[in-house]
């Protein structure tokens, strides 16, 4: 039984973030678990739920974490100008 909710979380996650390209912290803060849960839900577990899902998902997480800096940079940029 608690194996069944753990690999429906992990997938449920895993579309979550594959239908709206949000980043780990958003999609922590959508469903109300930390962040580390959804990383390790994500780049662990989901593997072996859901593989074509986990491909779709690690796609996502790739591209947010070359942009980061990006982000990070634009946030700071609008701070400034406040």
């Known amino acids: 039984m608690m194996r069944s909710r753990l690999g ?19 999609v922590a ?11 390790k839900d994500v780049t662990e577990r989901l593997e072996f739920w859901n593989y074509h899902l986990y ?8 591209k947010n974490k070359a942009e980061r800096h990006l982000r990070g940079g634009e ?4 701070k400034h100008l406040k």
Do not use: F, L, M, W
């Open 29 to 39: 803060e959508a469903k109300g678990i930390s962040k580390s849960t959804v990383h």
């Open 75 to 78: 946030d700071t940029r609008r």
């Open 8 to 26: 429906e979380r992990c997938q449920d996650v895993g579309r979550y973030i594959a239908e709206n390209q949000c980043t780990i912290r958003q």
């Open 55 to 62: 491909i779709q998902v690690r796609k996502v997480i790739d």
